[in-house]
């Protein structure tokens, strides 16, 4: 919590911060993103966190195409409802399987995409 602390330096009042849980950001135009979110309460829903993480990294190491760019954006909707529900439906994998398959051509050569595969066979059988 922010307090007017009464102290002025340089002719300006002065701010105090007591102390912060979370994440915070001060300024213009900043964000937050808080990768601490609900955790995944099944074991296979965190391992395809840990897995669709792995693979955006390696995604943001490769050249971008249409496939890829439909596979990074599959990939985050993914995480990001993992971490903010602690699991991801049956619809978001079934996006996300279908653009690793149609990117398949490049993932053929990424270990996080054939363990992000993997995980996704367990969770949507098959």
Known sequence: MARDDGHKRDGKQG???????????????????SHHGVPAADPAQAELLDAVRELRADLARAVATDRTRELDAAAADTEEEIASTGAAGPGRLARLRR????AEGLTGLLTSAATVGRALAELLGG
């Open 99 to 102: 653009a690793l398959t149609e």
């Open 15 to 33: 701010i105090s911060i007591g102390s912060v849980v979370g994440a915070m950001a001060i300024g213009d135009h900043n964000t937050v993103t």
